[in-house]
């Protein structure tokens, strides 16, 4: 258990804006607030910041794993962030040339590449299928991704975003089954758009895959150098810069604890809201809020220190330089694991991440001197999520 600090130390002080939560939106939120010249205070109850971005040695000393977001398309394509000067505070990313392998029962995998055609080249029968969903999206995201990751407005681009909405509103299993024929394209998508946790039976599942896929064509699935808290420590190095100010090690248990502020911005789940702030809500919507919000199917995250290469049978899944940095280990479209995780149940083979991002991040493992070789990598560190 984290030490805790019984009282805040800027209980006195007023802010134009207090934000509870370190994760990527309480800070991108901060620095909106920061460079307009207002005064902006973060708190965070962990003992570092950055909540979903965190990143530690969480097996062995010199192994750097990400605690949650690892892989990140999202991030690369924000319109926000990306008008924030990271690099300028140590944010570089690795772009490994595969973004993806969903590995087969066949021995081979299908892979996801930056370019559309190379991909659609590795789906055999639905290559064409594949160019002709993909090319438009991939070719139109930077008109896509302000409407699809902003709030919610006028479309700048409806034609593009209509386009977009009729594929992506559907089911990822009725999207894949109108379009593709084949194992390799089915599985690849199903595959991807199984991050929407839902049963791909359901819309809009198939969101998830024409977004997070489209992403792969448009920006690549990239990595942060050093681990993802490199971008939550530019973001807070930034907003520093800013003369932003931020605490560590407070939970705030409510907002009764918190200094005087124009604003107050919680980057933290309805429920635990609600338990901060509840009295001070107007009482319909905190009834409305305990009665809709459900929390998503959980997630198992295993995080290994290896002392050799995974013996994969897929050679195009083997860890090299130039291979994929994520795999999808279990996701087919016909196996019913995120009905079984969305129905409550432990499915028999879930859909399992998997992520070796030592492989193109030297800084995430460690070295060991040998004798006149210079440093030799030790081994590799992988993270799976289920
Ligand atoms: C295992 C896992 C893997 C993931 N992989 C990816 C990935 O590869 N790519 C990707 O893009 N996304 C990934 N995600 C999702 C990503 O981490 C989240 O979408 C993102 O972190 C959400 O950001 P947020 O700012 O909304 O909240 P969070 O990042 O959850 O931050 C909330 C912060 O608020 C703090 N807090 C909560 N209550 C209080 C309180 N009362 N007082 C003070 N502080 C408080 C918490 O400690 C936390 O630091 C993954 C998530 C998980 C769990």
Aim: glycine share 8%; aromatic share 8%; with cysteine.
């Amino acid at each position: 258990m984290p030490h805790q600090q019984s009282s805040l130390p800027l209980r006195n002080r007023h802010y134009d804006a207090v934000i509870v939560g370190s994760g990527p939106n309480g800070l991108a939120a901060a620095t909106v607030i920061a460079r307009t010249g207002r005064t902006v205070l973060v708190i965070e109850g962990a003992e570092t910041i950055g909540g979903g971005m965190r990143s530690a040695e969480l097996t062995l000393p010199g192994f750097i794993h990400d605690v949650c977001a690892a892989i990140l398309p999202l991030t690369a394509s924000s319109p926000y962030l990306n008008t924030l000067p990271l690099s300028s505070y140590g944010l570089s990313w690795i772009e490994p040339p595969i973004a993806l392998a969903h590995p087969l029962d066949d021995g081979s995998a299908a892979l996801l590449l930056r370019s559309v055609n190379e991909t659609a080249k590795g789906l055999g029968c639905d290559a064409e299928a594949y160019r002709r969903l993909m090319k438009p999206i991939a070719a139109d995201w930077s008109k896509l991704v302000p409407a699809i990751l902003g709030p919610l407005r006028l479309p700048r681009h409806p034609i593009a975003l209509a386009r977009f909405g009729l594929y992506a509103i559907r089911s990822a299993a009725g999207l894949v089954k109108s379009l593709f024929k084949g194992e390799r394209a089915r599985a690849l998508f199903a595959g991807i758009a199984a991050h929407s946790m839902l049963p791909l039976e359901r819309p809009p599942s198939a969101a998830f895959g024409l977004l997070l896929g489209a992403a792969a064509h448009a920006v690549g699935w990239p990595l942060a150098r050093g681990g993802t808290q490199k971008l939550a420590d530019a973001m807070v190095e930034y907003l520093r810069s800013l003369s932003g100010e931020i605490i560590t090690g407070f939970f705030v248990q409510s907002i009764e604890q918190l200094p005087a502020a124009s604003a107050i911005l919680c980057d933290i789940t309805p429920r635990q809201l609600l338990r901060m702030a509840g009295k001070s809500l107007p009482e319909d919507y905190a009834r409305r809020m305990a009665y809709y919000y459900r929390y998503g199917p959980g997630v198992f995250k295993v995080d290994w220190a290896l002392d050799g290469p995974i013996p994969w049978r897929a050679a195009e899944v083997r860890p090299r330089r130039y291979g994929p940095c994520r795999r999808h280990l279990r996701g087919r479209l016909q196996q019913p694991s995120e009905r079984a995780v969305w129905q409550g149940e432990h499915p028999r083979h879930p859909f399992v991440l998997l992520a070796q991002q030592s492989l193109f991040d030297e800084t995430r493992r460690p070295y060991r001197e040998t004798h006149g070789l210079g440093l030799l990598p030790l081994c590799q560190a992988a993270q799976a999520s289920i």
